[in-house]
Nanobody, 115 residues
């Protein structure tokens, strides 16, 4: 099965930046739609950004212009560059890989933004 490992989370002050990485175990990574989700305390998990195998991207409105999702198929890795971070971005961020009827999740990485 596909294994996903997130990294790059941490604590940062408002206005700062972080880059999350999600490394996958599959050589077939390139055919997967990859996404970043987040879940704040007491909130439902939401889609933050998504990138398809063809490079099409989708962002939740609250992060447009601040976050960028990208992928490096040679490294089987997807990234989430987060700039101009706000306290409202504080959450556990999860990597997701999806193909056909299959969907896989990482264990999550904590992002904390202080004001």
């Amino acid at each position: 099965q596909v294994q996903l490992v997130e990294s790059g989370g941490g604590s940062v002050q408002a206005g700062g930046s972080l880059r999350l990485s999600c490394a996958t175990s599959r050589n077939a990574f390139s055919m997967y739609t990859m996404g970043w989700y987040r879940q704040a305390p007491g909130k439902k998990r939401e889609l933050v950004a998504q990138i398809t195998s063809g490079g099409s991207t989708v962002y939740v409105d609250s992060v447009k212009g601040r976050f960028t999702i990208s992928r490096d198929n040679t490294k089987n890795t997807v990234y989430l560059q987060m700039n101009s971070l706000k306290p409202e971005d504080t959450a556990v961020y999860y990597c997701n890989a999806r193909y056909a009827s299959y969907s896989y999740w990482g264990q999550g990485t904590q992002v904390t933004v202080s004001s």
